[in-house]
């Protein structure tokens, strides 16, 4: 940790500990008890120079392990440490700690005073964080930073009943990536038309994904993703006919299913043109065809019945959080704003590619110019819905896992696919299906 200038002049110092939710102090390790107090520097007024106070804060900031790789130039102990030495009224010790974003209203809630200070989370968490007290409400300069900067989109995804609830840094949702030795420009528009010419993989079990051929078709989930009195809608005549479109796909042997990495394996080895997934895989699919190879687009349309039909990928957002039990609220919501600012968001996009969600960083040649970029804001734009944050949205995950799996071991047929879709939809719903 630096060294502060003021110590030079330190003529009286009081030793402090300010203990953030998440640390434990070395000298109460069994209680876990906090003390504040204030590291107090009386400089010489006799050279006209003030009294200065240094607080003395500890932060525990919770990021994925991709974020804090020294292979990619650690982004976040290279940001913390600037927001440091930016801030001389704070000797500011950080513990540094691994938690996925997707994984943030599990770990977070596990024990919330015990957890970061300061975290990564996708938007689709924010409702269980709230509900537990686990996440603070943005206000002053720091909302109107976000409100300033950041895509109105991307705000309403983190958004509560008008009040917002982190710092968007990225846009979340997934695209499709293909080899251009395989599959041209024009054979990506069209999913049959890819597999006709060779393997595409799908992680269909997967029900981030699976809703994407039934979105396609018209079927709705609370809505426009707000309306939770709405519910699901995935058990009309729409969603009988994608579910019997998805009976034939899965029996089409140039489509594989991605599970266990079998898409990036064969996307490897040649045997697959085509896989889908988000930025996050990008360098990946790099190493895996070499980027002289690697394409990438918004979704493809499917043919149902003749008709041409644009799959829809859930669209979200990846944020920045703030413990509302961290005794320090100030200064974990200043961190907060300068790993989600405009330098933080730059710095992401140089180090690991991420997208940013800041307009200025957005469109800079180097963004514009992403492949990755063109891809994911196209497909946002073009061939995706919002993902809901309705609290009624946790009963639809298990259930289109089960379909999917339904339908692959084919326990579900042509002759019972209005039965299986109906009790599917009410499962969605939260109806306890016999």
Not at 265 to 293: P, R, T
Request: charged letters at 20%.
């Amino acid at each position: 940790m630096k060294k502060k200038l003021v110590a030079l002049l330190m003529a009286v110092a009081m030793v402090a500990t300010v203990v953030g939710c998440g640390s434990t102090p070395t000298d109460t390790p069994s209680t876990g008890e906090s003390k504040v107090e204030d590291s107090k520097v009386e400089e010489n007024k006799e050279d006209g120079k003030e009294e200065v106070e240094v607080r003395t804060v500890d932060l525990l900031v919770w990021s994925p392990s991709e974020d804090q790789a020294d292979d990619k130039g650690n982004w976040l102990q290279t940001m913390c440490e600037q927001f440091d030495e930016a801030h001389p009224e704070w000797e500011i010790n950080f513990t540094y700690g691994v938690c996925a974003e997707g994984d943030a209203k599990s770990t977070v809630t596990q024990d919330i005073e015990a957890a970061a200070d300061v975290y990564m989370f996708a938007n689709d968490n924010v409702n269980d964080l709230l509900a537990a007290g686990a996440i603070a409400r943005l206000g002053g300069s720091t909302l109107d930073y976000v409100n300033e900067n950041i895509p109105a989109s991307l705000v309403n995804s983190v958004t509560v009943n008008d009040a917002v609830y982190g710092i968007p840094f990225t846009s979340n949702t997934w695209f499709m990536y293909y080899n251009k030795s395989i599959f041209t420009e024009e054979d990506v528009k069209n999913l049959e038309t890819m597999l006709a010419k060779g393997k595409v993989a799908f992680p269909l079990n997967n029900s981030w994904y699976f809703a994407s051929f039934y979105a396609g078709n018209g079927c709705t989930l609370f809505g426009n993703g707000t309306d939770e009195a709405a519910g699901i809608q995935f058990g009309g005549e729409n969603a009988v006919e994608v579910t019997n479109y998805l009976i034939d796909l899965v029996k089409n042997p140039n489509f594989v299913h991605d599970v266990n990495g079998a898409g990036m394996a064969g996307l490897k080895d040649g045997s697959i043109g085509a896989i889908f997934s988000g930025n996050w895989d990008y360098q990946n699919v790099v190493d895996a065809i070499g980027a002289e190879n690697v394409g990438a687009c918004q979704l493809p349309t499917y043919t149902l019945n003749g008709v041409e039909k644009q799959l829809k990928a859930f669209a979200g957002s990846k944020a920045i959080g703030v413990n509302p039990n961290c005794p320090d609220q100030d200064v974990a919501i200043a961190l907060a704003a300068w790993l989600g600012g405009q330098e933080g968001q730059q710095l992401h996009f140089e180090l690991r590619g991420t997208i940013p969600a800041n307009t200025t960083v957005a469109a800079s040649d180097a963004v514009k110019n992403n492949v990755v970029a063109t891809a994911e804001s196209s497909t946002i734009a073009n061939t995706s819905i919002m993902q809901p944050i309705v609290g009624a949205m946790g009963n639809y995950w298990s259930p289109a896992t089960s379909m999917a799996d339904a339908i692959f071991s084919g326990e579900v047929t042509h002759d019972n696919a209005a039965e299986k879709t109906a009790a599917m939809n009410d499962a969605m719903n939260g109806s306890v299906v016999e």
